[in-house]
């Protein structure tokens, strides 16, 4: 998640401090950015600028702004400041006008609303499709990983000079259905920051074991444990989505990347990147007259 902080006033403009490469994270800025903006104002900001804009919020009192503020209810200020937003990482900033930031918060405050509204029954049953699939695939995941553990477990056995370890790596990305309208948005493909209108969501990194036995383990959090990833149920909402048992990779897609409930009826392909990181290492000493080099055959403590 980005981190944003208002820094000082430059004379009206309440100026913010964000880190640029925060906009490469897929969270629910990103996700506003995409779907709420026009295509003119992708182009002015980014998702992590969105982020600045929402903080205003917070700071409206310090900020000047005396008139309703609420994007719960939709409710935003008719008189709003010029801002500065300042990226750190690259010592530059971005000076949005009032007119822009008014059409930033407007964006924040329908994709709010769109969160908070009820679900249709129909959407209400892709949620919790969704997640009985999500719930099965992680347990398919699993099954592939020990297989493909084992495997390289082998691989090591045999000592080979190239392989002292092994990790693995898992990204996923969903994307519409084909009758999406959304779906052949070229204005998207121009100015969206992944560059890919059908691209709905990725979710990376995602937490998987070091090795499978991890699993059992009472610490551990991620793919294929045994916990209950709903962060939401007890609370007074007697909404089946929210009160269903959640697996982890339905809350990263709903709480980490912020994608909407009434959403995901929209996903129409999950694509999986399951990669297997062959590790190696040498031993090396320069001090002698001669290059000692050795290949280490195993990391200790890391085998199992």
């Known amino acids: 998640m980005a981190s ?27 996700y506003i950015h995409k779907y709420y903006l026009s295509s003119d104002d992708k182009g002015s900001l980014f998702p992590v600028d969105i982020q600045a804009l929402e903080f205003l919020f917070y700071c409206r009192e310090e900020s000047g702004i005396e008139e309703p503020f609420d994007f719960r209810d939709g409710v935003i200020p008719g008189t709003l400041p010029d801002v500065v937003i300042f990226y750190r990482d690259l010592k530059l900033e971005k000076r949005p006008d009032a007119d822009l930031v008014r059409r930033g918060l407007i964006a924040i ?83 969206d920051w992944d560059r890919d209108a059908a691209l709905m969501c990725e979710l990376k990194p995602i937490t998987t074991p070091h090795r499978l036995n991890e699993i059992h383990d009472p610490e551990y959090f991620g793919l ?4 209950d990833h709903n962060e939401n149920r007890g609370r007074g909402c007697a909404d089946p989505v929210v009160q ?39 031993t090396i000493d320069l001090t002698g007259k001669n290059i000692v080099a050795r290949q280490v055959a195993t990391y200790p403590g890391k085998i199992s």
């Open 4 to 30: 944003v902080r208002k820094v000082s006033s430059d004379g009206d403009c309440p100026r913010f401090q964000v880190d640029y490469r925060d906009s490469n994270l897929f969270d629910y800025w990103h």
């Open 109 to 191: 405050a329908a994709y709010r609303g769109e969160i908070m509204r009820d679900l249709t029954a129909e959407e209400e049953c892709a949620a919790l499709n969704l997640n009985e699939w999500l719930c099965g695939y992680e347990k398919s995941l699993i099954a592939g990983y020990i297989e493909i553990e084992n495997g390289m477990k082998e691989e090591l056995r045999r000592t080979d000079p190239l392989l002292a370890d092994f990790e693995m790596d898992l990204e996923m990305q969903f994307y519409l259905r084909q009758d999406d309208p959304f779906y052949d948005n070229d204005a998207a493909d121009e100015h």
């Open 224 to 227: 294929g444990d045994d916990r």
């Open 244 to 282: 269903a048992r959640q697996c982890n990779l339905f809350h990263m897609l709903t709480s980490n990347c912020g994608v909407p409930r009434s959403h995901l009826k929209r996903i129409g392909m999950i694509w999986s990147d399951i990669r297997v990181i062959n590790q190696t290492a040498v």
